[in-house]
């Protein structure tokens, strides 16, 4: 129990263009999602929380116009980068959890490459 | 802020035998939890156990287990009987009361190697 999926895995994408990243609670519903960022052999930065229907909080220091998040149902997030530039280029992962736990389920992570 | 170290950027330990992470954490809250999770290869996060602050017994999974020293903040793991199954980046995590333990605070990872 307590899968959490996303897509895609990996993306490459031109300067200048949007990409999506989706994340999905496959065996449970998710009234929290979180979306974090990896550089290569770093830590964890967590950039966003966000609850089903409601706005997301964002970290301090993360554009809230350039990562886009929305968590349109209790099963699905969704991080949107817009006008993606190199310095964009990252691993992002993004966690679920439900009321019943403080436990934190992560999806596998998208590779993100912008050229 | 709540902060977590790990001191260890990188340790080795020859298959079948034990080895130790360590793990600090500063808090002044009273109601948290603690974590530890592993990362291979592939990226994927994977719990491997967790302990709640108000618990003095320390958890136990299988090989994994902790020594949670709540006086002095600390948290360390110790993995018995290594495999090579259990080469990966391991991070500890605190999350508290105050963020409706949502918000985990990550420590930089200790690289763990098994060697055969």
């Known amino acids: 129990g307590a899968v959490v999926s996303q897509h895609p895995s990996r993306v490459i994408c031109k300067s200048g263009t949007s990409v999506k990243i989706e994340c999905r609670s496959l065996d449970f519903q998710a009234t929290t999602m979180f979306w974090y960022r990896q550089f290569p052999k770093k830590s964890l930065m967590l950039m966003a929380t966000?609850?089903?229907?409601?706005?997301?909080?964002?970290e301090q220091g993360v554009e809230k116009d350039k990562f886009l998040i929305n968590h349109a149902s209790l099963t699905l997030s969704t991080l949107t980068v817009t006008s993606a530039h190199p310095e964009d280029s990252s691993f992002y992962i993004c966690?679920?959890?439900?009321?019943?736990?403080?436990?934190?389920?992560f999806g596998p992570g998208t590779r993100l490459t912008v050229l | 802020a709540q902060t977590v170290t790990q001191s260890q950027p990188e340790m080795s330990v020859q298959e079948a035998e034990t080895v130790t992470l360590s793990c600090t954490y500063d808090t002044s809250e009273s109601n948290y939890y603690l974590f530890w999770y592993k990362q291979p290869p592939s990226r994927q996060m994977i719990l491997v156990i967790h302990q709640e602050a108000y618990k003095q017994q320390n958890a136990t999974e299988n090989r994994f287990s902790v020594n949670f020293q709540k006086a002095a903040k600390s948290f360390s793991l110790k993995i018995s009987d290594s495999q090579l199954g259990d080469t990966a980046m391991y991070f500890c995590?605190?999350?508290?009361?105050?963020?409706?333990?949502?918000?985990?605070?990550f420590g930089s990872g200790t690289k763990l190697n098994v060697k055969p």
């Open positions: 966690s679920a959890s439900h009321g019943s736990t403080d436990t934190q389920y």
């Open positions: 995590a605190f999350t508290s009361r105050k963020y409706n333990f949502n918000k985990f605070y």
């Open positions: 966000s609850n089903e229907g409601s706005k997301a909080t964002y």
